[in-house]
Nanobody, 124 residues
Framework: QGQLVESGGGLVQPGGSLMLSCEAPGRDFSDYARGWFRQGPEKEREFVAAISWRGRRTYYADSVKGRFTISRDLAKNAVFLQMDGLQPEDTAVYYC?????????????????WGQGTRVTVSS
């Protein structure tokens, strides 16, 4: 843990957008699938989006499909989550993870590496 660093969270009004970034200083995760999870107030951590090791496959939770887009930049060893149409129910701490399968996973238990999280608050 602690080998991934998220950034880009903040306070945004409903309907607004944010882009989260996840970088991995000091370790090459280019051969790992990556994912984003979130944990809202008094909720368990839940899957948001995942991307395969070369970026050819993406997966989304039904609650964010059509609003969020996951992408990765292999050269920068980074993963991004573009979030549009944010709603109050998207308020959570967002965590970036890395897991060793090449296809990507929606399962929390598959992720061995995590960042510390970045907080997103959607409120008017």
């Amino acid at each position: 843990q602690g080998q991934l660093v998220e950034s880009g969270g903040g306070l945004v009004q409903p309907g607004g957008s944010l882009m989260l970034s996840c970088e991995a200083p000091g370790r090459d995760f280019s051969d790992y699938a990556r994912g984003w999870f979130r944990q809202g107030p008094e909720k368990e951590r839940e899957f948001v989006a995942a991307i395969s090791w070369r970026g050819r496959r993406t997966y989304y939770a039904d609650s964010v499909k059509g609003r969020f887009t996951i992408s990765r930049d292999l050269a920068k060893n980074a993963v991004f989550l573009q979030m549009d149409g944010l709603q109050p129910e998207d308020t959570a701490v967002y965590y970036c993870g890395a897991e060793s399968s090449v296809l990507g996973s929606t399962a929390l238990s598959d992720y061995a590496y995590w960042g510390q999280g970045t907080r997103v608050t959607v409120s008017s």
